[in-house]
């Protein structure tokens, strides 16, 4: 079992930036992939970025340029760095992690709003 506990999330205005983070109770070393969706009200939940333990990277093409996904193995960690923010990002973002096995966990969710 993997608890996710994610952080960083509020209120910024169109243009902003801000980190999120996701910290593993388990060795991320451990984990194949770990990744960021985000769910809008009314909308499906979508991939915005994956990084896997070789450290390839693939983001969401409205996200590109402007969202970078990175990993600090030592402290269990995944960042999710957003700049030029727009209120079409507004969204609960999700971290979630992958081990080799297949078997998958969610964090609980984080709130991003982006103001205009």
């Known amino acids: 079992q993997v608890q996710l506990v994610e952080s960083g999330g509020g209120l910024v205005q169109a243009g902003g930036s801000l980190r999120l983070s996701c910290t593993s109770s388990?060795?991320?070393?451990?984990?194949?992939?770990m990744g960021w969706y985000r769910q809008a009200p009314g909308k499906e939940r979508e991939l915005v970025a994956s990084?896997?333990?070789?450290?390839?990277?693939n983001y969401a093409d409205s996200v590109k340029g402007r969202f970078t996904i990175s990993r600090d193995n030592a402290k269990n960690t995944v960042y999710l760095q957003m700049n030029s923010l727009k209120p079409e990002d507004t969204a609960v973002y999700y971290c979630h992690a992958e081990d080799p096995h297949g078997s998958a966990w969610w964090g609980q969710g984080t709130q991003v709003t982006v103001s205009s």
């Open positions: 388990r060795s991320i070393l451990s984990i194949n992939v």
């Open positions: 990084r896997t333990s070789s450290d390839s990277t």
